[in-house]
Nanobody, 123 residues
Framework: QVQLVESGGGLVQAGGSLRLSCATS????????MGWFRQTPGKEREFVAG???????AYADSVKGRFTISRDNAKKTMYLQMNSLKPGDTAIYYC?????????????????WGQGTQVTVSS
């Protein structure tokens, strides 16, 4: 199965920025809805942001105004620009594909996942 590969995670101070990327070799990338979820220990994986094949977007309330999702179909890559990061944003961030993009998405609705990338925000 074609993989989704995340990159761009790391350690940043509160108020800082990071940009996550999700790349694939899947030539059908441009037809997929894509998005980001995050998970902390002991909690369910939660929806962060989604972008449809035709560039409609949706965000969790907790990240609206701070995070921006985008995609480059020519590069088969999706991005998450994260600004004004808070310690509460610390989590493993997962790339996701193939779900319906709306403001609330359950992780059980996602058929494809990446391996995840760690984001740590220090206070």
């Amino acid at each position: 199965q074609v993989q989704l590969v995340e990159s761009g995670g790391g350690l940043v101070q509160a108020g800082g920025s990071l940009r996550l990327s999700c790349a694939t070799s899947d030539h059908t990338f441009s037809y997929y809805n894509m998005g980001w979820f995050r998970q902390t220990p002991g909690k369910e994986r939660e929806f962060v942001a989604g972008i449809s094949w035709n560039n409609s977007t949706a965000y969790a309330d907790s990240v609206k105004g701070r995070f921006t999702i985008s995609r480059d179909n020519a590069k088969k890559t999706m991005y998450l620009q994260m600004n004004s990061l808070k310690p509460g944003d610390t989590a493993i961030y997962y790339c996701a594909a193939g779900f319906r993009v709306q403001s609330v998405v359950r992780s059980s609705e996602v058929p494809r996942w990446g391996q995840g990338t760690q984001v740590t925000v220090s206070s």
